[in-house]
């Protein structure tokens, strides 16, 4: 949790709007299929591709702007609660970073789409087909494409800022989220979020269907465990639960995680796992 009540409800707001927005741009992203003709690739895609570009330039400057009152009201709520704490010690004055929208950047992540139908075409699938699973995986991607300048906005406002951020799971996290949860306010960049994990490279911080943001934290360390929620401490316990079992590395430790999970800690874990499996037995005929 935050230092105060109020830090921790702008955060949870600010978090169901950038789901939102995420949301809105995925819905964006469908009805602009009917731009591409599966069977005019070429002469279809420019326009089709114009129209995500806007979407995601309309997502990203209005994550910017909840992002930047977020933090205004959030730098209210914490700074004054940080100097009650440690009245010896200065906190800076909070420097927010807006990160520019990139359309070249953009247009790039989205160019593999028309390649991908015609080489699937190839393979042997309709046109229709293939242009319906490369269609659905984008959708997939758009929330976290539109939540990316939050993101961003947050951890390099904590960067020239001067203080530390941490990962705020959506309250049902992956293993993977959860274990970059339990390390608290220990973040300064994307890559150190992760490197100091397990040396993985920074690309898988946030994945497809992440619901996890960012939050900069004005307290020590010491602070934060004070703060710590039950569910994020039975994360921990279970991260060290592995951890004692000899899994201590990438991989083996997350794995290990998931096996270890009967209390239903994680969506991925191996309780999640036996329920989607009741499920399934229960409406095969």
């Known amino acids: 949790m935050a230092l ?12 169901r709007s950038q789901a939102a927005l995420g949301l809105l741009a995925a819905a964006s992203f469908r009805e602009a299929e009917q731009l591409l003709d599966p069977r005019r690739l070429d002469a ?5 591709l114009t129209r995500l570009i806007l979407v995601l330039a309309v997502a990203w400057q209005k994550a910017l702007a909840d992002t930047a009152a977020y933090l205004a009201d959030y730098d209210q709520a914490e700074a004054p609660a940080a100097r009650r704490l440690h009245p010896a010690r200065t906190i800076p004055p909070l420097v927010v970073a807006l990160p520019l929208f990139d359309p070249a950047a953009a247009t790039a992540a989205l160019a593999w789409a028309v390649p991908t139908i015609k080489t699937l075409t190839a393979a042997g699938l309709t046109a229709d087909r293939a242009r319906r699973l490369v269609l659905d995986a984008l ?20 960067a020239r ?3 530390r951020w941490r990962v705020v799971t959506d309250g049902n996290p992956c293993v993977w989220c959860a274990m970059l949860a339990t390390k608290g306010p220990v973040y300064r960049s994307e890559q150190t979020a992760v490197r100091n994990l397990n040396g993985l490279p920074a690309n898988v911080k946030y994945h497809d269907h992440c619901g996890c943001s960012a939050e900069i934290f004005y307290g020590d360390h ?20 592995a951890y004692e079992a000899g899994h201590h590395k990438g991989r083996d430790l997350s794995q290990a995680m998931r096996d270890l999970d009967t209390a239903g800690l994680f969506a991925d874990g191996e309780a999640a796992r036996q329920k989607a499996k009741t499920a399934r037995q229960r409406t095969t005929p």
Request: glycine share 4%; charged share 30%.
């Open 222 to 241: 010491d602070d934060w465990l004070a703060t710590r929620t039950p569910q994020e401490e039975a994360w921990h316990d279970a991260y060290r639960d």
């Open 4 to 15: 105060t009540t109020a830090g921790s409800r702008l955060t949870l707001a600010h978090k």
């Open 161 to 163: 800022t001067g203080l």
């Open 44 to 48: 279809t895609r420019d326009n089709w």
């Open 139 to 158: 959708a997939a991607r758009a929330p976290k494409q539109a939540m990316t300048p939050g993101r961003e906005t947050v951890r390099e406002t904590a």
